[in-house]
């Protein structure tokens, strides 16, 4: 059942979450317009990108109560039983945050981290998995 006060969403199924006690983070109606705003086109981008995978993106107010905004760009693409590789999984995290520093300009950092877990077996080298991430920050 649906609770009275909406307090999140989940932007690809357009469900209303339960929030969890204080620790609950969700946008105020301007953000949550952003961000559905930005799930569609952040879709739209991952499919032609990576071709099937599963994305998100969430936006809530800035910290230092200003106009910025912290987002959360989210990419998760599985692989299974293709060829050697029995698993393989691609997850990308690029975090933005937005502080407005005037009515015409804007200061962005990005800060984004890929994460790779490939599990193979082949006859000639038996099982291996190869697992590693990288971090960027800009």
Request: aromatic share 10%; with cysteine.
């Amino acid at each position: 059942s649906l609770i009275e006060t909406p307090t999140r969403t989940a932007p690809f199924q357009q469900l209303i979450l339960p929030t969890i006690g204080e620790a609950t983070f969700y946008p105020s109606p301007a953000h949550l317009r952003l961000e559905q705003q930005a799930n569609d086109l952040w879709s739209t981008y991952v499919h032609l990108y990576y071709d099937y995978a599963v994305s998100s993106v969430y936006i809530v107010e800035s910290s230092d109560g200003g106009q910025g905004f912290n987002a959360a760009f989210l990419v998760k693409k599985e692989l299974r039983d293709v060829k050697e590789i029995t698993y393989g999984c691609w997850d990308a995290i690029h975090i933005v945050t937005c502080s407005v520093t005037s009515s015409t300009s804007a200061h962005y950092k990005v800060i984004s981290t890929v994460m790779i877990s490939m599990d193979a077996a082949t006859p000639e080298l038996g099982k291996m998995g190869i697992h590693g991430s990288c971090a960027k920050s800009q």
